[in-house]
Every structure is written in structure tokens, then in C-alpha cells.
């Protein structure tokens, strides 16, 4: 789904050939499994950060084709809106030093792209929702200049039938409408990539699904939209309901949302894929040369394009992908439930919290799938995003219990042995760790930070609600280029 396509406008023919080369793919994909024939996975690891572009007023700039044109670095790519960019760092290994090399490596990419930012006179913000949006912003001639978008746009839209109502009930209430894909760009997450074999891919994608919850509420940074204070991490059903191309008589029928969690826990990675194919039409028909099931009896590897591009259309929070490096098929669980931001620094310990935890609860003898109710995971995952540091979740053994509670007790030590396992050098580990650890002791993450400094605005200073969400997120620019985890920012 990076790359652009080669035509914005398909034919019925097209959607028909498309479904077929999608199932041809599929049963490619169901030999190669049975064939062994993936690399087994070495615990290479990737990130995906998504970035808003702002003015010096903090309200976004629609200047992500000039930035990135004077830029011109590859790892910087458009995303959907033209105040959004995207920064693809390249994978790694995190054993000994790499998680503080991936650091390294944002803060070095982030500082060139943030020198040209300024040429145009903006700066970079990395934040679930940019709390300066209006609707105003979020308008299809603010959409990415591209084939993709335009023709993401044209069938998300036609498929819905009509506009996207989106109807928020936090602490307090927004509602809204639109007649385009646009409210999408207020969405900005990062993604953590971890490559695993085949017959390790359905522990680790369970053992994501099972945590994201805890994920979400440790690191909402999306409180506020268009002045309004929602949920702790609005970005996750905003996005939902903005990407909702199901007309109302299909939500009545039971048809899935193409944002979804999911209903069950999976025995193989083809589940997924498999689901995508039985559930979800095609919404980019664009068809490839190759054929899928030729090359593999000739004895090549695939690359089972039009299977990729159709699950890039299927918006799971852990998302499977299919690639091939180097001439080798491989699998990567794709975690997207974050937001982007605070810092870089916040950004890599979720990343050291995630990647630890996942492995030791995706190796456990007893695994949490087996004991926890797929429902309840689901549930976790909607009270992390409203509730935040806030939230209460339900876990095997302790029951209903504060996240905060259930990270320091149980969690964290769990994380901690599965960095050992992936060999992270010590320092670096409690290093990061001790930032998750930093958080729940002291109640505070992005969200907690930003409706903090708005209350204090507010009641403190006098300011109505949009200076003081302006006052906040030109304060929250000026400390993120700290790199100070959030926990530790004043408010005052």
C-alpha cells in the first residue's frame, strides 16, 4: 500500500479478474505454507512513523510534496493528507544496541527533515490527532496529490453510498459528517514490524491481539478533536467510523468494518488472509503480470501482489504482511494500535515494551489466548483507547484490574525476559522499560499530559477551550524536541 498505483478509475471487468488472481494468490500462498518455503524468522524488526506538518500557528501546512521534494530522502514518503508524511526506518535486529540505534537513526532522520520543514516554514509534530485541526483541514483538495488516494477515495466513498457521519461520545461529544476519505489524515499511528516463521506467525499475532489493549492505554496521545475532549486515544474510533464504507443495511446484516480487530484467535497466518478474501471486497482492483501459481511451479518465489494489495485495504490493528527480501518469502506481524508520538524516546520504549512482551507471552506454555476470551480482548482494547492510564482491564488469573496495576506487577516483568531473549543489551533495556515503568507510577502519557496543560489554560490562565488546545500544542512541539519522556514534562 506505499506505492502508488498505476490508475485511478477500473472497470467491472477489472473487479472480476481481480477477485480471481486474489484467489489464485491465496492458494499460491496455501502451497508455499505446506511447502515450507518462508524464511524462518530471526527477529528483524521495523517502524513505520507517521508525522504531521504544522505552521508556526500549530495548525497544519499542506506541504508534504515541497518538504519532501527539497528532502529527498526514500525512507520520506506522502501519506494521505498533504499535512501528513510518513518516515519508513530501515529494519533491524534489536539485540544489543539496536533499539538505541533505532533512536539514533529517528532523532538523525527526523533533524534533515525538520531542516527542510523550516525552509517552508513548518515544523514536524508526532501526535495521535493534531489537536489544531479543523474541518475545514480535512477536505478532499487536502487530499495527497497520487492514483492511490484519488482511487481510494472514489471507492471508499462509492461503497458507502453516502457521507461519513462520525459520532464520538467521550468526555465530551463531537459529531460530524463528510462526503470523502479526507478525515482519515487526522489519524497519524506508528507501526512495529516483527518478522516471524510460519509456524510462529499465530502465537505472535494472538499474543498482539491480546495486548494491544494494555498497548493503547500506556501510550494514548489523541484526546482532543476540533476542541472537543473524547476519548484518551480518539484516533482509534475516529478512525473507524471515518473509514466506515459500509452503507447502514450492511452494518444491520452483520458485514464486518473494513477497521477491525477481529472475532477469534487464528491457528495460521492463511486465516487471515483467507478471511480478507471471504469478507472483504476489493476496493483497488489493479491487476499485476505475474501469475502467481506459474512461477511458483517453476520454481520461483511470488510475490503475490494483488493478495498484498488487497490485505493493505483490510485495516486490522495487527495486520499480517507478506514479502520477499532477497529472493525469500517472509512474514511480519504488523502492530499498528499506537499513536505517533510523544517523543521519539516515549516512541522506542513502546517499541522495547511491545516487541519484549509479545515475545514472552507468544512462547508462555500456557499461552493468554487459551485463557483469555477473544471478547475480552476486543473489550480491552476499546477501554485502553477511551480510558487510557485510566483504563481497567480483565486478564487471566487477576481479573478486572487498573492497566497501571497490571503492567507493574505482572507485565513488565514478562517484558523484561522477552528483551533478554531477543539479547537487548541491559542498559538499553532498562532504560525503556523504566520509561513504561515512569508512566504508570506517575499516571501521565501524552493524553494525560495534553488535557492536563488545557485545563490549566483553562482554569488557571482564563483561556477559552481553542486557545488553550492552540497554547497546548505549541508547547508540546517546543518539548518534544526534548526528547524528555512525556511522564517527566511539566505542566505548569
Not at 481481480?18 to 492458494?27: E, M, N, T
Not at 523550516?118 to 483538495?141: D, N, Q
Not at 499498528?336 to 510523544?342: A, I, T
Request: aromatic share 8%.
Amino acid at each position: 500500500m506505499g506505492k502508488d498505483l498505476g490508475t485511478a478509475a477500473f472497470s467491472p471487468q477489472d473487479r472480476v479478474r481481480f477477485r480471481h488472481k486474489v484467489r489464485h494468490c491465496l492458494d499460491v500462498l496455501g502451497r508455499m505454507l505446506d511447502a515450507d518455503a518462508f524464511d524462518p524468522g530471526a527477529g528483524t524488526t521495523g517502524l513505520e512513523i507517521e508525522i504531521n506538518l504544522v505552521g508556526g500557528d500549530a495548525d497544519p501546512i499542506m506541504r508534504n510534496a515541497e518538504i519532501l521534494a527539497d528532502l529527498g530522502d526514500p525512507r520520506f514518503q506522502p501519506e494521505l493528507g498533504k499535512f501528513n508524511i510518513e518516515f519508513n526506518v530501515p529494519p533491524r535486529q534489536i539485540a544489543g544496541d539496536g533499539l538505541g540505534d533505532y533512536e539514533h537513526d529517528i532523532l538523525d532522520g527526523l533533524r534533515d527533515a525538520a531542516d527542510c520543514a523550516r525552509k517552508g516554514e513548518s515544523r514536524l509534530a508526532l501526535i495521535g490527532m493534531l489537536p489544531t485541526l479543523s474541518s475545514e483541514h480535512l477536505i478532499p483538495a487536502n487530499l495527497s496529490a497520487g492514483a492511490r488516494y484519488s482511487a481510494l477515495n472514489s471507492e471508499i466513498v462509492g461503497a458507502r453510498g453516502d457521507d461519513f457521519r462520525i459520532d464520538i461520545r467521550g468526555v465530551e461529544r463531537y459529531t460530524g459528517s463528510s462526503d470523502s476519505i479526507a478525515l482519515e489524515a487526522a489519524c497519524t499511528s506508528v507501526q512495529f514490524h516483527l518478522q516471524v516463521g510460519p509456524s510462529d506467525f499465530a502465537r505472535y499475532w494472538n499474543a498482539s491481539q491480546a495486548l494491544a489493549g494494555v498497548q493503547v492505554a500506556l501510550g494514548a496521545n489523541s484526546p482532543f478533536l476540533h476542541g472537543r475532549r473524547l476519548w484518551a486515544e480518539t484516533r482509534i474510533v475516529f478512525f473507524e467510523q471515518a473509514t466506515d464504507a459500509r452503507p447502514d443495511e450492511f452494518k444491520e446484516q452483520g458485514v464486518r468494518p473494513r477497521v477491525w480487530f477481529g472475532e477469534r484467535w487464528i491457528d495460521s497466518v492463511f486465516d487471515l488472509y483467507e478471511e480478507n478474501v471471504r469478507f472483504f471486497p476489493p476496493l483497488l482492483p489493479e491487476l499485476f503480470e505475474e501469475q502467481p501459481d506459474e512461477v511458483w511451479d517453476a520454481g520461483g518465489i511470488p510475490h503475490l501482489y494483488e493478495l498484498r494489495l488487497h490485505n493493505g485495504t483490510v485495516y486490522r490493528w495487527n495486520r499480517p504482511v507478506y514479502d520477499v527480501t532477497g529472493g525469500r518469502p517472509h512474514l511480519r506481524v504488523e502492530n499498528r494500535v499506537l499513536p505517533s508520538g510523544p517523543t521519539v524516546v516515549d516512541l522506542i520504549a513502546n517499541a522495547a515494551f511491545y516487541f519484549g512482551l509479545v515475545a514472552a507471552l507468544a512462547e508462555e506454555e500456557s499461552p493468554i489466548w487459551s485463557r483469555l476470551e477473544f471478547s475480552a480482548a476486543a473489550d480491552n482494547f476499546r477501554n485502553g483507547a477511551r480510558d487510557g492510564i485510566d483504563a481497567t482491564m480483565h486478564w487471566p488469573e487477576v481479573g478486572r484490574v487498573p492497566v497501571t496495576e497490571l503492567v507493574l506487577d505482572t507485565l513488565l516483568p514478562k517484558a523484561y525476559a522477552g528483551l533478554d531473549r531477543f539479547g537487548v543489551h541491559p542498559a538499553q533495556r532498562d532504560r525503556l522499560l523504566g520509561i513504561i515503568e515512569g508512566r504508570c507510577r506517575t499516571r501521565r502519557n501524552g493524553a494525560t499530559w495534553q488535557t492536563e496543560a488545557v485545563r490549566a489554560a483553562e482554569h488557571c490562565r482564563g483561556a477559552d477551550r481553542l486557545t488553550a488546545v492552540r497554547d497546548m500544542t505549541q508547547r508540546y512541539l517546543d518539548l518534544q524536541r526534548l526528547n524528555e519522556p512525556v511522564h517527566t514534562w511539566p505542566v505548569d
